[in-house]
């Protein structure tokens, strides 16, 4: 069964880096699309990056473009979100994502991680 496990969230100050990390397993993943999705109370699920995996093709929100970078590492099974220059606007769960089809859409993606919380002090 498919399992996603993200860690690297935390608190930091605006303008700082922080890297998400997604761990993936459970079958293989060359022929997926993995993304990236945030969500604050109250609010959807929000797009925020995508890759696919067998050829490393990306696509990201324009509130993050710039300034956040997905990539793989095809060894560890992982997917990183490599997020810089935060701001408080990015406060939010993080959440990783599978699916057959690289859409922008969460309800399109078929398989889910935990979440974690990234906090951005002004």
């Known amino acids: 069964q498919v399992q996603l496990v993200e860690s690297g969230g935390g608190l930091v100050q605006a303008g700082d880096s922080l890297r998400l990390s997604c761990a993936a397993s459970?079958?293989?993943?060359?022929?997926?699309?993995m993304g990236w999705f945030r969500q604050t109370p109250g609010k959807e699920r929000e797009f925020v990056a995508a890759?696919?995996?067998?050829?490393?093709?990306?696509v990201y929100a324009d509130s993050v473009k710039g300034r956040f970078t997905i990539s793989r590492d095809n060894a560890k099974n992982t997917v990183y979100l490599q997020m810089n220059s935060l701001k408080p606007e990015d406060t939010a769960i993080y959440y990783c994502?599978?699916?057959?089809?690289?859409?922008?859409?969460?309800?399109?993606?078929?398989?889910w991680g935990q979440g974690t919380q990234v906090t951005v002090s002004s």
């Open positions: 890759l696919r995996w067998g050829v490393g093709s990306t």
């Open positions: 459970g079958r293989t993943f060359s022929s997926y699309a």
């Open positions: 994502a599978a699916s057959m089809l690289l859409t922008t859409t969460s309800p399109s993606w078929n398989y």
